[in-house]
């Protein structure tokens, strides 16, 4: 497998993350597009890391992105291009990370979903800030109503936030409010046809402040509604959160295995990111982040363990994702490629 060392800084990816789309490549459209190479050329790229001939790994029209992996793209060519780009690269859907094009124009939601389906392309999801002090903000605390408005004008089925449960702090008690507000957001969802989601990244594996033998996540699992609040899981912060919070502040051993909360409640987990990392203990987090298939995260075993589940082939969806892409069509491209490659083993 091939090494490539990038920045992964949690808490820039936490604060940049709702303004994904502002940020200019500083590159021609013609440049952009001519780095992405076909797909047949992509196959051939990963038929080294295929596992045999039995049945893919990765479920028939399950496949998305991540839109924030791309913002590059979409705030200088527009969805357009993008979408023709992830319809060459052989992906199902797309999980938004903002609405805006950047110099491309303006688009609105109806023209924005008509062009995700004239490409193939199956709006999953999106991702929103949780809370704000602007009352004015995009938020689902300070605009649900317009929160999800917008995401039933685009035929989303899920609708989430990145943003971690820490409104009120790191303490049970905190945690407890912050379920409450999501279990409101995922009632209304559901009142419209939707599932309300919430994203991890590493921290909502930490600790309770007022009472370190609680991890925060199991707080937020037992204390939301199953039938409200579904959950994404990150598999990458996941596993990050797996290397910095297996011992607990006074150093007593605390094991968990991220796969484990999967396959103990399948249902809360409709959607994915496949993220992927190389381990280095030497990071904060464990990992420094690569494209899919280059790292060291098992997505052979842990993508066989959930779709081999009894009625769960077809239950999740599977967004390939990195935070910061070297190249972020070769990154959608490579990562397309190598998932598509998958076979379970006979």
């Not at 994404?232 to 959160?241: F, H, K, Q, R, V």
């Amino acid at each position: 497998m091939s090494r490539t060392s990038q920045p992964d800084p949690e808490l820039t990816h936490r604060l940049t993350r709702r303004g994904m789309l502002g940020v200019a490549a500083g590159a021609t459209a013609a440049t952009l597009l001519g780095a992405a190479a076909t797909p047949a050329a992509a196959a051939t790229e990963t038929a080294d890391k295929t596992s045999g001939r039995g049945r893919p790994v990765l479920p028939p029209g399950r496949l998305g992105i991540q839109l924030y992996s791309l913002r590059d793209k979409v705030s200088t060519l527009g969805f357009a291009p993008v979408f023709a780009e992830l319809e060459k690269y052989g992906y199902d859907e797309v999980e938004f990370a903002g609405y805006t094009q950047g110099s491309a124009g303006p688009i609105t939601l109806a023209q924005l979903k008509r062009l995700a389906r004239d490409h193939g392309l199956n709006p999953i999801g999106s991702h929103v800030g949780y809370y704000s002090d602007d009352p004015n903000a995009y938020t689902f605390a300070q605009n649900l109503t317009k929160v999800l408005d917008d995401a039933q004008a685009l035929g989303l089925k899920h609708i989430g936030t990145a943003s971690g449960p820490f409104r009120y702090g790191s303490t049970v008690d905190a945690w407890k409010r912050a379920a409450e507000e999501f279990n409101t957001y995922g009632a209304a969802a559901k009142a419209r046809g939707m599932k309300f989601y919430q994203h991890n990244h590493s921290e909502e594996f930490s600790f309770a402040t007022d009472n370190p033998k609680v991890r925060l996540y199991d707080v937020l699992l037992r204390e939301t509604d199953p039938d409200l609040v579904f959950l994404e899981m990150d598999i990458y912060w996941a596993y990050s959160g797996q290397f910095r919070f297996s011992k607990r502040p006074d150093g007593t051993p605390a094991p968990f295995e991220p796969l484990n909360y999967v396959l103990r409640q399948p249902h809360r987990y409709p959607l994915f990111h496949v993220k992927d990392g190389v381990s280095d203990p030497a990071n904060t987090y464990g990992y420094r982040m690569t494209d899919v298939g280059d790292g060291d995260i098992d997505y052979q075993k842990f993508i066989s363990a959930v779709t081999r589940l009894r009625g769960e082939r077809l239950a999740h969806h599977w967004q390939a994702e990195h935070d910061q892409p070297a190249e972020s069509f070769t990154f959608a491209r490579r990562s397309s490629a190598y998932l598509h490659s998958l076979r379970e083993k006979c």
